[in-house]
């Protein structure tokens, strides 16, 4: 009688447990939302939902010169930019960090957007 309780309740765990391994990773690999904005001259352009843009470019132009940001696989990077130094080209991708893509000489800048609270706490 002991041997089938033993059993029984190893069995009941390992459910648990198998139960509770899936909700984990389906709540840690599920899409989040990610919405950024793109402003130039102190201006938003655009206020985007990452996770919802199809690929595509987008093109801004600032006094008489473009850049042109990419969308592509939920992502947003610098592709194309007339400016000399091309900082915001070596960014590379919109860092998940906060770290925003600047383009000092055209003024224009690509950040997450936040709801105003902490991003974190030390």
């Known amino acids: 009688m002991k041997n089938r309780k033993t059993k029984a309740l190893c069995i009941t765990a390992a459910a648990i447990f198998l139960v509770s391994a899936a909700a984990c990773i389906y709540l840690l690999t599920r899409p989040k939302s990610c919405v950024v904005e793109i402003i130039s001259g102190g201006e ?3 206020t985007l939902d990452l996770s919802k843009e ?4 987008i093109v801004v132009e600032y006094e008489g010169r473009r850049n042109v940001i990419r969308i592509e696989d939920h992502d947003i990077f610098m592709l194309e930019a007339e400016c000399p130094d091309h900082t915001c080209i070596r960014t590379g991708r919109l860092s998940k960090s906060g770290v925003p893509i600047v383009c000092l000489p055209n003024k224009l800048m690509i950040r997450r ?3 105003g609270g902490l991003d974190a706490a030390v």
């Open 54 to 57: 199809p690929d595509r470019d």
């Open 44 to 46: 938003v352009l655009y």
């Open 113 to 115: 957007k936040t709801d």
